[in-house]
């Protein structure tokens, strides 16, 4: 059995994202200044947060941002970056390099939320759900090869009321993950961590939570704890810490 944290971060702002742009795939833009500054905040504001594990999206904008991170990190030298495709945005098909705005209003003549909309050519919330699992699979893996170890003393679910500050809930877990993604990617992944494992929200968080858009640089946090069989690895337990912090910007 093994417990860790996973801490996902979406990347800091493009200027794409500034002029209201849809980016998805396609467009594979850097942050701007204001994206390089919140990449430096919450670089900042985890510098010490422990971690033992890293992994990140295979798009520049994701790649900026977590190698910024990883500069001011106390515990970081030295850790591989995974870099993993199946991190990457979501494909907006044929809107992509177009405004949101018009993405929004295909939705609204569709009868469709624009958020949950696929344009034409577009990757489907489904396709993303399969996308954010077979992640998933990997990090499990990945953290069971890396840190569980035979004979190892079982932890259990940390549990405690939140304090305010960057290592809430991952003071006591023996390995933590740092996670840097995309805004839609991250929103369809909180649902599927909710809605399809049936994660717990605290006190205080509801659906609009988790429904709503991460911002740039937006942090959540969850609890995972696994075991391993023969049937392989499998999900015990998992909690919520938090979703869409987002006091360093």
Not at 19 to 40: F, H, N, P, T, V
Not at 204 to 221: E, F, K, Y
Request: with cysteine; proline share 4%; net charge neutral.
């Amino acid at each position: 059995m093994l417990t860790f944290g996973i801490t996902i971060v979406r990347h800091g702002e493009t200027e794409w994202n500034k002029k209201g742009l849809l980016q998805g795939q396609a467009i594979d833009s850097s942050l701007s200044d204001i994206g390089m500054q919140q990449a430096e905040a919450a670089g900042k504001y985890l510098k010490d947060v422990k971690f033992t594990n890293v992994f990140v999206s295979d798009m520049a904008r994701a790649r900026q941002t977590c190698e910024t991170i990883v500069k001011h990190n106390s515990s970081c030298s030295g850790l591989e970056i995974v870099t993993d495709p199946s991190l990457k945005e979501r494909s907006f098909g044929s809107a992509e390099g177009g405004l949101v705005v018009d993405m929004k209003n295909m939705a609204t003549a569709a009868g469709q939320s624009w958020l949950d909309f696929t344009p034409p050519g577009g990757e489907t919330i489904e396709q993303m759900k399969m996308r954010i699992k077979e992640f998933l699979e990997h990090l499990f893996q990945r953290m069971v090869a890396d840190h569980c170890r035979p004979g190892q003393r079982e932890t259990g679910m940390p549990e405690g009321a939140l304090a305010g500050k960057p290592d809430d809930g991952t003071r006591d877990v023996p390995a933590h993950a740092l996670v840097v993604s995309h805004g839609a990617l991250i929103r369809v992944a909180m649902r599927y961590l909710v809605d399809e494992l049936k994660c717990p929200l605290p006190q205080g968080l509801d659906m609009s939570h988790v429904i709503a858009l991460c911002p740039n640089t937006g942090i959540c946090r969850f609890i995972f704890t696994v075991t391993k069989g023969d049937a392989g690895i499998t999900l015990s337990a998992i909690r919520c810490v938090f979703i869409n912090r987002c006091e360093h910007i």
